[in-house]
């Protein structure tokens, strides 16, 4: 009988809006881990101790206690965010799915930056991100995501996506084009609990709208 590979999953916080509810499931990853700026700014007045804290800990507070548990991994390299890092870093430890906390809101050009990096890997790495209003994620290229009716859901192409047709929502598309700077898709609302999304070419970003809002 072969041995079954347990997949390592990673709960990423980066310095961008705190979180108003800090995830109460942090059992379930294999690592926690914060760049050293979202600690700065908010996680250290959490119950969480993060395995790891990476950065070039230009935001470290030096006069605040770390807690015996947490590692430190300086990651000097100025030629990469500390967001990259962090995910070349846990990957190195057999990370391949993340699910990020704090990547947007806070300094627009933080979640600019962000979302750069987050489109060079998610090939790579399954990412899952959330804020205080929505969840994001890139499309797979054939997508059915379920339990969504009744929230709102947009879509966003960050190059040309072709051939999009997405089923289950308040205004349907079959077969169109959306670019930036032309036709995109924001705001749709799905009117089943299970929509499906399918798309030929381009890199497309989907955010789902949270019940509150």
């Not at 054939?142 to 040309?160: D, E, G």
Request: with cysteine; aromatic share 12%; proline share 4%.
């Amino acid at each position: 009988m072969g041995i079954i590979m347990q997949k390592k999953t990673a709960l990423l916080f980066v310095n961008g809006e705190p979180p108003k509810d800090i995830p109460s499931n942090i059992k379930d990853y294999t690592y926690i881990a914060c760049t050293d700026g979202a600690y700065h700014s908010y996680l250290f007045t959490s119950a969480i101790e993060p395995d790891f804290i990476i950065g070039d800990l230009d935001s470290i507070d030096s006069t605040r206690a770390i807690p015996s548990k947490t590692q430190i991994i300086h990651t000097p390299d100025q030629s990469k965010p500390d967001f990259e890092k962090a995910l070349l870093f846990l990957n190195s430890k057999g990370v391949t799915s993340f699910t990020i906390y704090g990547a947007s809101g806070g300094a627009s050009d933080h979640f600019l930056g962000n979302l750069s990096i987050a489109m060079q890997y998610y090939h790579q790495f399954k990412m899952m991100f959330y804020d205080n209003y929505c969840h994001f994620f890139f499309a797979d290229h054939h997508q059915i995501i379920h339990h969504v009716k009744n929230h709102i859901v947009s879509l966003m192409p960050l190059s040309t996506v072709t051939n999009l047709t997405i089923t289950g929502f308040e205004y349907p598309l079959t077969d169109q084009k959306l670019v930036l700077g032309g036709h995109i898709s924001l705001r749709n609302k799905a009117i089943d609990d299970k929509v499906e999304i399918s798309f030929k070419n381009g890199d497309l970003l989907i955010l789902i709208q949270n019940d509150f809002n």
